[in-house]
């Protein structure tokens, strides 16, 4: 048997949990944070230069846009946002924009500010390891 046929046959078996996390964490690889760096890049030069970070203006597209409702979670606190998304604005591309990470590649009900994710990569980094 080849070794692709195992591949398959791996595959097969995977449960439908199993499956969709995988087609997820491809879709965030290969899709997703790709689309995310130019975004994160501008908002780190915006945060750098002190600039005015721009306001977004409602998409005048003809496609169809979705209201999500996103609970972002800041240092000090947390804050609900309604988040108006089509394919040309994709909610993750908006997020990143304002500083926050989307904790899924869709339609994310949750989102996480770059200082707290900052701070936690840098708290599990120096803890203790038996913490
Ligand atoms: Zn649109």
């Not at 499956?19 to 879709?27: N, V």
């Not at 409602?58 to 979670?73: T, Y």
């Amino acid at each position: 048997m080849a070794p692709e046929a195992n591949v398959c046959v791996v595959q097969d078996k995977l449960s439908r949990h199993a499956w969709w996390k995988h087609a997820q964490a491809c879709w965030w690889g290969d899709d997703v944070l790709p689309s995310l760096i130019r975004p994160f890049m501008r908002f780190q030069r915006e945060q750098n230069t002190g600039a005015q970070v721009d306001s977004i203006e409602p998409c005048m597209c003809s496609q169809r846009h979705h209201i999500l409702k996103i609970v972002c979670v800041h240092m000090e606190y947390l804050e609900d946002i309604d988040l108006v998304v089509c394919s040309r604005r994709p909610a993750a591309i908006q997020l990143v924009s304002q500083g926050l990470f989307p904790c899924s590649p869709l339609a994310p009900t949750l989102a996480v500010s770059m200082d707290m994710l900052e701070f936690v990569s840098d708290l599990f980094v120096n803890m203790a390891p038996n913490e």
